[in-house]
């Protein structure tokens, strides 16, 4: 997913590129005269720096899981973005916004988990993410609750919230009431969308790329 954000094209930070190239001289240099599989470079090193990153990104936000618990959320957050082809980077922009990271966390509506999923939301969206929805204290599985958040940003961008603000906005406050403000506020504007913006705005500078 290209997320339009000032019309600016993100770049990766130098430092996972110095690694991820570091990391393959290694590779040349323990197996000399073999041919590098595309598939192991992007896969194994690059996948496991950014799972890395999330995972201490988590542990700096003080995310309230035991540390086998972050880095399977980590790994959760990665792939789903993938699979969906979501910014991991937006998500966790949102999880900030929406639960501190707290995965115990119940709003005032209802909204449970690391990534505030409503149940009646989480039972329209269980079958299309084949997973299956028992009942509210299913939000509070970090890696079940993200699954559904992730998947629900990839549903809001193929229904015509495909641009960065409308899709916070739209997350925030459901596909339903978006719909029908959008004609009276074309641009969004609230303080849950700057929030979410700033906060990604800093994580497009921290994090690579997918």
């Not at 618990?69 to 910014?87: C, F, G, I, P, W």
């Amino acid at each position: 997913m290209n997320m339009d954000y000032g019309g600016k094209k993100m770049k990766k930070p130098k430092i996972f590129i110095m690694l991820c190239v570091l990391a393959f001289v290694i590779f040349l240099l323990v197996y000399p005269g073999r041919v590098v599989p595309e598939a192991l470079f992007d896969d194994f090193y690059c996948r496991d720096m950014i799972v890395r990153q999330i995972t201490q990104h988590l542990k700096l936000k003080n995310a309230k899981m035991p540390e086998d618990q972050l880095q399977l959320t980590a790994n959760t957050l990665y792939e789903a973005s993938r699979e969906h082809d979501v910014d991991y980077r937006l998500v966790l922009a949102i999880m900030e916004a929406e639960s501190n990271y707290d995965h115990d966390a119940v709003s005032t509506r209802g909204a449970r988990g690391i990534m505030q999923i409503r149940p009646i939301l989480a039972e329209f969206l269980s079958k299309d993410v084949g997973i299956t929805f028992t009942d509210e204290e299913d939000l509070h599985e970090p890696d079940y609750n993200i699954k559904l958040g992730v998947y629900y940003l990839s549903w809001l961008n193929n229904r015509g919230f495909d641009d960065a603000k409308h899709m916070i906005h739209a997350y925030n406050v459901g596909h339903n009431r978006a719909r029908e403000e959008r004609s009276k506020n074309p641009s969004p504007n609230t303080r849950y969308v700057k929030e979410v913006l700033r906060q990604y705005q800093n994580n497009l500078s921290s994090f690579p790329e997918l």
